[in-house]
């Protein structure tokens, strides 16, 4: 990954994790409404071969966009509405954002991190692909723009020597999405891979 602009990330990190609600359905009969009020949550977990592991999480939003926006699953298929209106098509462009940041191999505490934190140079080592799947077709986002991207420290207060401590990190993105025409059935999918072509993390940011 390259560093395209360095800023402070607290608030931006901030707004994204505090504004991550879970994607809520609510049955109705013979029908399950799902609420997309704030864009689309992603979330998964990525590791390093022979090296840490790490969570990746973000959202897919667009202004005003998802405001009210519900997807509408009967024995049909599924139909996307804002109220009185039929959506069938995502906007022209979509802001996709995410962190990644340390996370435990283990739920176990004494083995949470036995492999270490993710360093810079790991990071950078990972390639970022991004993609539009429909059914099992994978085709490559048109047009990306990176518009914000940040490494920051991560705040810990140490028991013992701080000189014996390893540096923890948190890495910040936003990229401007193309998705002109891309129907709202599609996923938007992330995969980080490592250089020998493993994949290290996948997500898919799913209506």
Not at 69 to 95: I, M, N, S, Y
Not at 99 to 107: E, G, I, Q
Request: aromatic share 10%; net charge positive; with cysteine.
């Amino acid at each position: 990954m390259k560093l395209w602009r360095h800023a402070p990330a607290a608030s931006f990190i901030a707004a994204l994790l505090v504004c991550l609600p879970p994607l809520t359905a609510v049955p109705a009969r013979d029908k399950s409404v799902w609420n997309y009020d704030g864009g689309i949550v992603l979330v998964t977990d990525g590791s390093i071969t022979d090296g840490p592991c790490f969570r990746v999480a973000g959202r897919v939003s667009a202004p005003k966009f998802f405001d009210n926006l519900k997807r509408v699953d009967t024995g049909r298929g599924a139909v996307f509405r804002r109220g009185a209106e039929t959506l069938d098509t995502f906007p022209d462009q979509l802001t996709l954002v995410f962190v990644v940041h340390d996370h435990p191999c283990s739920t176990e505490l004494q083995s949470s991190f036995a492999h270490g934190y993710l360093t810079r140079s790991q990071m950078s080592s990972l390639k970022l692909n991004i993609y539009w799947k429909r059914g099992v077709e994978m085709r490559p986002v048109s047009h990306i723009e990176p518009r914000y991207f940040s490494v920051d420290p991560v705040m810990t207060h140490p028991v013992g020597p701080a000189t014996s401590l390893q540096e923890r990190l948190v890495w910040s993105y936003a990229f401007a999405v193309n998705s002109t025409g891309v129907p709202l059935t599609d996923s938007l999918v992330l995969i980080l891979r490592s250089p020998d072509g493993r994949i290290a993390a996948r997500v898919a940011a799913r209506m």
